[in-house]
């Protein structure tokens, strides 16, 4: 692994504490008021008029928005929901994806079509158009917009996972199993499926960085995640009528967006190297 790459796992494990113990980081006593002595001492949501737009200080090491809410506080309560969506997105559009293509790729026929048809449908329009109307009907929520992006994203999972069941139904492996007397089922999901996946495995974690992102935009425009969640999106769309004399209030979070989606994106890359059979003889070879 290249020091890229591990600066690049190194920021996503500190993403995920920051997301996970949240609340004992930064406390919000909307959450829990048992919980006291906080590393940094300030609530994501006590406003403050006498602090607002107040730029980095000691006090407040990220600043303070236009309502006096501490930067750093809503970025690491932020990192929960961004993380949550791009996780949750990932393993279902991979869950989902590789059980149906793996099904379509094996039985063919009848099977094939319905499903085919049902990824090329999705395909065919556009993705914000779907997620906006999904949204649109179950309401702007967190769950919502996990729902929308697994709604548009499960179809790239499938088709890789079909394409590599097409391709290996007829090898000596799938042969060999049905020879033994194994299930269909068993064929697939214990022989076949666990080398399909690799392009899958890859595509997912795209999948996850670029929900990470469609969150993020969708929150700017109003659209996302909804108070009481926090939301690195909800930080960038209060810049917008300060971006001029408030730097702080762009530059923290678009940065934090940025690097979470390129140390996904480094990872994804990664995973395809170390995937890859080719990859791994030439690895063997040296």
Not at 23 to 41: C, N
Not at 62 to 88: C, E, Q, Y
Not at 127 to 138: P, T
Not at 207 to 233: D, N, R
């Given at each position: 692994?290249?020091?890229?790459?591990?600066?690049?796992?190194?920021?996503?494990?500190a993403?995920?504490?920051?997301?996970t113990?949240?609340?004992?980081?930064?406390?919000?006593?909307?959450?829990?008021d048992?919980?006291?002595?906080?590393?940094?001492?300030?609530?994501?949501?006590?406003?403050?008029?006498?602090?607002?737009?107040?730029?980095?200080?000691?006090?407040?090491?990220?600043?303070?928005?236009?309502?006096?809410r501490?930067?750093?506080?809503?970025?690491?309560?932020?990192?929960?929901?961004?993380?949550?969506?791009?996780?949750?997105?990932?393993?279902?559009?991979?869950?989902?994806?590789?059980?149906?293509?793996?099904?379509?790729?094996?039985?063919?026929?009848?099977?094939d079509?319905?499903i085919?048809?049902?990824?090329?449908?999705?395909?065919?329009f556009?993705?914000?158009f779907?997620?906006?109307?999904?949204?649109?009907?179950?309401?702007?929520?967190?769950?919502?917009?996990?729902?929308?992006?697994?709604?548009?994203?499960?179809?790239?999972e499938?088709?890789?996972?079909?394409?590599?069941v097409?391709?290996?139904?007829?090898?000596e492996?799938?042969?060999?199993?049905?020879?033994?007397?194994?299930?269909?089922?068993?064929?697939?999901?214990?022989?076949?499926?666990?080398?399909?996946?690799?392009?899958?495995?890859?595509?997912?974690?795209?999948?996850?960085?670029?929900?990470?992102?469609?969150?993020?935009?969708?929150?700017?425009?109003?659209?996302?995640?909804?108070?009481?969640?926090?939301?690195w999106?909800?930080?960038?769309?209060?810049?917008?009528?300060?971006?001029g004399?408030?730097?702080?209030?762009?530059?923290?979070?678009?940065?934090?967006?940025?690097?979470?989606?390129?140390?996904?994106?480094?990872?994804?890359?990664?995973?395809?190297?170390?995937?890859?059979?080719?990859?791994?003889?030439?690895?063997?070879?040296?």
């Amino acid at each position: 692994m290249s020091r890229f790459n591990r600066g690049a796992v190194i920021w996503l494990i500190a993403m995920t504490v920051c997301g996970t113990l949240a609340p004992l980081i930064a406390h919000d006593p909307r959450q829990d008021d048992r919980l006291v002595g906080p590393l940094v001492p300030h609530s994501p949501t006590r406003t403050s008029p006498a602090d607002r737009l107040e730029p980095p200080s000691a006090a407040h090491l990220l600043g303070t928005d236009d309502l006096g809410r501490d930067v750093l506080a809503r970025l690491i309560h932020g990192s929960r929901t961004s993380l949550l969506v791009g996780l949750i997105t990932g393993a279902a559009s991979l869950l989902i994806g590789a059980g149906l293509g793996a099904i379509a790729g094996w039985y063919g026929g009848f099977i094939d079509t319905i499903i085919s048809r049902s990824i090329e449908s999705v395909l065919s329009f556009p993705n914000l158009f779907l997620v906006l109307a999904i949204i649109a009907i179950a309401g702007p929520s967190i769950w919502s917009i996990i729902a929308a992006f697994v709604a548009t994203g499960w179809v790239h999972e499938a088709r890789f996972v079909r394409a590599e069941v097409l391709r290996l139904r007829e090898s000596e492996l799938s042969l060999a199993a049905i020879a033994t007397g194994a299930a269909p089922a068993r064929v697939i999901f214990r022989h076949l499926l666990p080398i399909a996946l690799a392009p899958a495995l890859v595509s997912a974690s795209f999948g996850a960085a670029g929900a990470i992102a469609a969150e993020a935009a969708l929150t700017f425009l109003g659209f996302g995640v909804q108070l009481p969640h926090h939301s690195w999106g909800a930080i960038l769309a209060a810049a917008r009528n300060y971006a001029g004399i408030a730097w702080w209030l762009v530059i923290f979070p678009g940065t934090t967006i940025f690097l979470t989606i390129l140390s996904i994106h480094a990872i994804g890359d990664d995973l395809a190297d170390r995937l890859d059979p080719r990859e791994r003889a030439f690895a063997s070879s040296r």
